[in-house]
């Protein structure tokens, strides 16, 4: 029975001894192979002879041993020589695109792709493409290719009188005394027909023509009517319009269902809350009437749409100073002005009439160097440098040279500016895909 064991245990080791050896004869001749087929590859690029290296490093790379790589590499390099025949670019970019997608993908082939998309002209691919690399690698150097990258952007051709801040992707725009709602591209997507006209929001804006109020869906169909004296109303947000009666503001929704408390000014709402005036005084009020900050301030500082709180922060002015306030209470020092925090990044304020940026915490994070700013939106700032306006990233760079005579905040990837054309809108390239900054 021993003698049975040890038999059996011997013929075993035998035969993976065989197997060993048969799977290290196989892989050794694989390699040997791919070296033997990127050498006759090698004297045929040396004179040029592209086309006859193609196949011979096509067979090569699909071998899975030690010089796999290397015949990528070099197939690479013959699929730019003859980029101009006909499958050959999507052969390259599938050949990028299988590099970029094994585990231990380096840096350098995430760069490789992104400065081939960015020579032929497709900013939005590279800019993909390097999203994807720091994603994986972390590396220092995509950082900055996608940081020196990313605010290339086009100017649309459609231009107005006037353009508003944006809301999401669309903005209130005048054309001929007239108002109307443009795409994020300056497209029209309400005429300019009214006298005036509200943000647009959940599928919707309140417009004022002859003297009439009602609401419009993006088709510019009716289909709500404002009943009562009604003269005057705010932007509308968060489901709620502010309407102007012969005692004050109410807050009614879309269909023009109003409440019952009144106030002496009341701005648009963002996040749940609102700047109100009550009493001569300003305050922050929510959707049901508690006061998020009390109303015992000279002013509660609001964008060109109304908006005041963001990031739950608002700014509030006592005399001539700007306070900071964040869960009802004041945070750091005061300033000579400020605009609000938007959703996302710093706020714009003022100091030594000079213009920088702070967090929520009142953290100093870009000097005071601007002569006018507005706060961030989409990790861009509009700053005032002389007499022109262009765009800062969040490290203090200027990005987007100061070319403009007035600009605003970006919002859904656009920013309305205003040209030797009129007012414009710039879209970031990277948006064309759909990307998120």
Not at 192 to 207: H, P, W
Not at 294 to 316: M, N
Request: glycine share 10%; aromatic share 12%.
């Amino acid at each position: 029975m021993k003698m049975f064991v040890r038999i059996f245990i011997y013929a075993g080791c035998c035969i993976l001894l065989a197997v060993s050896w048969v799977i290290t004869t196989n892989s050794k001749s694989t390699a040997e192979k791919q070296l033997i087929l990127i050498n006759q590859a090698s004297l045929l690029t040396s004179d040029g002879i592209y086309v006859r290296a193609l196949p011979l490093l096509e067979e090569a790379a699909g071998y899975d041993a030690i010089h796999t790589i290397a015949a990528e590499n070099e197939l690479k390099r013959v699929y730019l020589a003859l980029f101009d025949n006909r499958g050959v670019p999507r052969k390259y970019i599938t050949l990028l695109e299988k590099q970029m997608s094994r585990r231990d993908a380096g840096p350098e082939v995430f760069i490789e792709a992104a400065e081939h998309y960015l020579s032929n002209k497709k900013a939005p691919e590279a800019l993909e493409v390097l999203r994807n690399g720091i994603a994986k690698t972390g590396d220092v150097q995509i950082v900055t290719l996608y940081e020196n990258s990313r605010y290339a952007f086009e100017t649309h051709r459609p231009s107005y009188d006037y353009a508003a801040e944006m809301l999401g992707q669309t903005a209130q725009v005048q054309l001929e005394g007239k108002w109307g709602i443009a795409h994020f591209d300056g497209s029209i997507m309400i005429p300019c027909d009214y006298d005036k006209i509200s943000t647009f929001s959940r599928g919707q804006a309140i417009v004022k023509r002859a003297g009439s109020i009602y609401a419009i869906n993006s088709y510019n169909n009716r289909i709500a009517v404002a009943q009562g004296d009604i003269s005057d109303f705010g932007n509308f947000s968060d489901n709620r319009i502010s309407l102007l009666f012969e005692d004050g503001w109410y807050r009614a929704t879309g269909e023009f269902e109003t409440g019952t408390s009144m106030f002496e000014e009341i701005g648009m709402y963002s996040g749940g809350y609102a700047a109100a005036k009550v009493n001569g005084r300003w305050g922050v009020v929510d959707l049901s009437n508690d006061w998020l900050v009390p109303a015992e301030y000279d002013e509660i500082i609001q964008d060109e749409l109304g908006r005041c709180f963001a990031q739950g922060a608002v700014f509030a002015r006592l005399g001539d100073s700007v306070y900071l306030i964040t869960e009802g209470s004041i945070t750091g020092s005061a300033y000579e002005d400020a605009h609000p925090f938007s959703d996302e990044g710093y706020a714009a304020v003022k100091k030594s009439g000079k213009w920088g940026f702070i967090d929520t915490k009142g953290v100093e994070v870009i000097q005071f160097i601007y002569d006018d700013a507005l706060s961030f939106g989409q990790h861009l700032a509009a700053v005032k440098i002389g007499e022109l306006w262009g765009y800062i990233s969040i490290y203090g760079y200027v990005v987007i040279d100061a070319v403009f005579y007035e600009a605003k905040s970006f919002s859904g990837g656009s920013a309305p500016v205003l040209t030797d054309r009129g007012w414009q809108f710039i879209t970031l390239l990277e948006y064309k895909r759909g990307a998120t900054l």
